[in-house]
């Protein structure tokens, strides 16, 4: 069956970083596109970032410039790279197809909590 085991939160001040990582099975990994989701407390889940299966990327608009989403097909694990990050970006962040439709099961997603 599919499993997503998301790693990598933790807690930062406002303007650092941290680099999210995604570690699928139960899928072909390479030929799906894959997304960043995150999920504030009292709010729906957002998508973040996406990456197709050749490696297009894009972004939603309040992480442009400041989110980085990278894949190694080899080690089918989709990355997030946070830098400059905000109190805003404090959510729990899970990975699961890049599409708006026929998600896999969520994994338990990672927490990050920026501090101002």
């Known amino acids: 069956q599919v499993q997503l085991v998301e790693s990598g939160g933790g807690l930062v001040q406002a303007g650092g970083s941290l680099r999210l990582s995604c570690a699928a099975s139960?899928?072909?990994?390479?030929?799906?596109?894959m997304g960043w989701y995150r999920q504030a407390l009292g709010k729906q889940r957002e998508l973040v970032a996406t990456?197709?299966?050749?490696?297009?990327?894009s972004y939603t608009d309040s992480v442009k410039g400041r989110f980085a989403i990278s894949r190694d097909n080899a080690k089918n694990t989709v990355y997030l790279q946070l830098n400059s990050l905000k109190p805003e970006d404090t959510a729990v962040y899970y990975c699961?197809?890049?599409?708006?439709?026929?998600?896999?099961?969520w994994g338990q997603g990672t927490q990050v909590t920026v501090s101002s």
């Open positions: 139960g899928i072909i990994f390479s030929i799906n596109a």
């Open positions: 990456i197709t299966r050749y490696g297009s990327t």
């Open positions: 699961n197809a890049g599409r708006p439709y026929d998600y896999w099961p």
